[in-house]
């Protein structure tokens, strides 16, 4: 057939081998044993065009994934290799550092505060009736009048709508910059408190957690709703702040002034 795919893994010192013909799988599992220890997955695949209307995939489709794999899991290199009519095209993506190089690369040099990376695990429980899982929180980020951006990723996954990590951010930002303001004595007589618009306009920050149960908002997967990883990650933030506000009073200066100048500008 000339629509198939084949699929072949090394693990615990095999090497297993499918191939799939239109959705069926064809001559079953293979095994066989292998010298050299080794471990990973090779995946080749050719659509069949009675399944796929359309087979003319950008290539940008691919970069974009490749990119966002790298940033998410640090000094893994990726490489895409292109077919044109005179070879090969290559790209390489490497973040050694993972997000704290790429909120490095989109700060460039207009930054307000320099990158800060915390990471934590935490374990716990949707609900009392729920089973314990365990969660692993990296979040990098920094403060630019320049550039702002905020993404969130969970188990290497892009959530484009966040869900509760991103409603972990709004919160621990907006009550940590709050409470400086109102210690600080900066706020104006009677003058009402920031909002998340107000932090948003002048964050770069990126956040990759992961953990061992998710659940999805819905099956496009583009954002999670897990009550424990909302609460221990408002927690760890608020922490994070409060520690990095107290050992850095020049930087926590810094963002309460340009959080407050959003802040009058949108008002």
């Known amino acids: 057939a000339s629509e198939y795919m084949d699929v072949e893994i090394f693990r615990d010192g095999y090497q297993y081998n499918l191939r799939f013909e239109r959705g069926e799988n064809v001559g079953g599992l293979r095994k066989q044993e292998v010298k050299k220890k080794r471990t990973g997955t090779r995946i080749k695949w050719k659509p069949d065009l009675d399944v796929f209307t359309d087979i003319d995939v950008p290539d940008e489709y691919y970069t974009e994934i490749l990119k966002r794999q790298a940033v998410v899991n640090a000094g893994l290199r990726f490489v895409l290799r292109v077919q044109t009519d005179k070879g090969f095209d290559e790209q390489e993506f490497l973040y050694e550092e993972g997000i704290v190089d790429y909120v490095k690369e989109i700060a460039g040099e207009n930054f307000l505060t320099p990158v800060q990376y ?12 729920k089973p314990e899982y365990k969660v692993k929180l990296q979040v990098a980020c920094c403060f630019s009048n320049r550039t702002k951006l905020i993404e969130y990723y969970h188990n290497s996954s892009h959530l484009e709508h966040g869900g509760s990590p991103e409603r972990a951010v709004k919160q621990a930002f907006v009550s940590q910059i709050d409470a400086y303001l109102k210690q600080s004595g900066k706020y104006l007589k009677n003058e009402g408190k920031i909002s998340f618009v107000d932090v948003e306009e002048c964050l770069i920050l990126v956040s990759s957690s992961f953990s061992t149960q998710t659940s999805y908002e819905n099956q496009t997967k583009k954002a999670i709703t897990n009550k424990f990883i909302y609460d221990c990650m408002t927690e760890f933030l608020k922490h994070q ?3 990095y506000f107290i050992e850095n009073p020049d930087d926590a200066a810094k963002i309460a002034e340009q959080v407050l100048i959003n802040k009058r500008s949108r008002e």
């Open 118 to 129: 915390w990471t934590g695990e935490r374990k716990g429980r949707d609900r009392e009736d």
């Open 241 to 243: 702040l409060e520690i």
